[in-house]
Nanobody
Framework: QVQLVESGGGTVQAGGSLRLSCAAS????????MGWFRQAPGKEREGVAV????????YYADSVKGRFAISQEGATNTLYLQMDSLTPEDTAMYYC????????????????????WGQGTQVTVSS
């Protein structure tokens, strides 16, 4: 089992920045990928950024490339998402997830490939 707890959400004006954190615990060695996903009202959950836990390779949705950065701190098992140049379109509930599905490397940004989820943290960007 893996437990994930997000923090760092809030309300920010367009153009501002936020950093989300995800404290992870449990059998993390079973989950080769961790990432951030988001879900806006009336929309499907979508992948934002994913990181390979062993190689550190990162993957981003086109909509956030150049603005968001995912990182991890091994010593504390913490996952981060630095979000810059935020726009109202980034408003959503943001979730941290960890996954081990067999085919995850072929669909790293697909939420269906992830097995463990946090409770989410709300990000609201005002215009």
């Amino acid at each position: 089992q893996v437990q994930l707890v997000e923090s760092g959400g809030g309300t920010v004006q367009a153009g501002g920045s936020l950093r989300l954190s995800c404290a992870a615990s449990g059998n993390l060695y079973t989950t080769p990928y961790m990432g951030w996903f988001r879900q806006a009202p009336g929309k499907e959950r979508e992948g934002v950024a994913v990181i390979g836990r062993s190689d550190g390779n990162t993957y981003y949705a086109d909509s956030v490339k150049g603005r968001f950065a995912i990182s991890q701190e091994g010593a504390t098992n913490t996952l981060y998402l630095q979000m810059d140049s935020l726009t109202p379109e980034d408003t959503a509930m943001y979730y941290c997830a960890a996954g081990y599905n067999r085919w995850i490397r072929f669909a790293r940004l697909n939420p269906n490939q992830y097995n463990y989820w946090g409770q989410g943290t709300q990000v609201t960007v005002s215009s």
